[in-house]
């Protein structure tokens, strides 16, 4: 059953806090592995991120760590 607002059942919040605290933690040691700083969302800094990724390993290095049907992954291989 779907449901609005779901998240005022503290069991869904608690996974809710959970999966984010674990999301947190993969970039954080992603962004360790790859020697760089791996900022969230769709801003000029991920923009930015994303293009010095992409001049040190190759485009190819965005399909390990973004989803390729955004826009943002466009504007990083000056698509858009």
């Not at 791996?38 to 000029?44: D, M």
């Amino acid at each position: 059953e779907q449901k609005v607002r779901a998240q005022t059942d503290v069991v869904v919040a608690g996974a809710s806090i959970l999966a984010r605290a674990k999301f947190l933690q993969g970039l954080e040691k992603l962004g360790s592995t790859l020697a760089t700083s791996l900022p969230k969302g769709a801003s000029k800094a991920v923009i930015l991120a994303g293009k010095k990724l992409v001049s040190e390993h190759g485009k190819n290095i965005l399909s390990r760590l973004s989803k390729s049907h955004f826009k943002t992954n466009n504007l990083v291989l000056g698509i858009e």
